[in-house]
């Protein structure tokens, strides 16, 4: 039984013998309603000293933010240099609407080093091998590791190459391909 006091009069007299039955009644969203006691009307100030909030409103009797209108915007300490200001902000994190930052996936050129020797070599073909496990995202960036020997006239097929993963391929007389990040199909690389 709901001991809760309601400020609805119409819910206090009413019979919610039926409400309360849990087990046996339906809620569907015609009938669904907020608990009894949980919403109260909205408390009217500067209405007389008989509401509890007459008069001053709560709000005292002098001081900047007794006045009328909005006097301080969030976060502002009176001059004071605010905690907004005085925090580290964090470097390479650029804040506002428009900024996206595009995850990959990294795989270590460590991963190619079982890869036989002028193949073709890709996150699907790594997986077979057991190289590399599952991936969190889909697309694949290939990374510089500890150094080890590359197998020599590679073809490596992945959506990003660090400058370091790029040298490391092309110096073992591999070949760097770019992937498209929508359809995955190898992108023609750019004369310069």
Known sequence: ?????????KRRQADESVLNDVDNFEFTLDNLRPAPGSRQRKSRKGRGIAAGQGATCGYGMRGQKARSGRPTRPGF????????RRLPKY???PTGPGHSKTLFNVIKTDALVNAAPSSVVNFDSLMENKAVTKSKFKLHKIVGGEGAAIPSGLTVQAHGFT???RTAIE???????????TTGAVLEEETA
């Open 91 to 93: 470097v390479g994190q």
């Open 1 to 9: 039984m709901v001991t809760m006091k309601l400020f609805d009069w």
């Open 163 to 165: 400058k370091s993963a």
């Open 171 to 181: 110096a073992a007389g591999g070949k760097c391909e770019l992937l498209s990040p």
């Open 77 to 84: 300490e009176g001059g004071q240099t605010p905690l907004y």
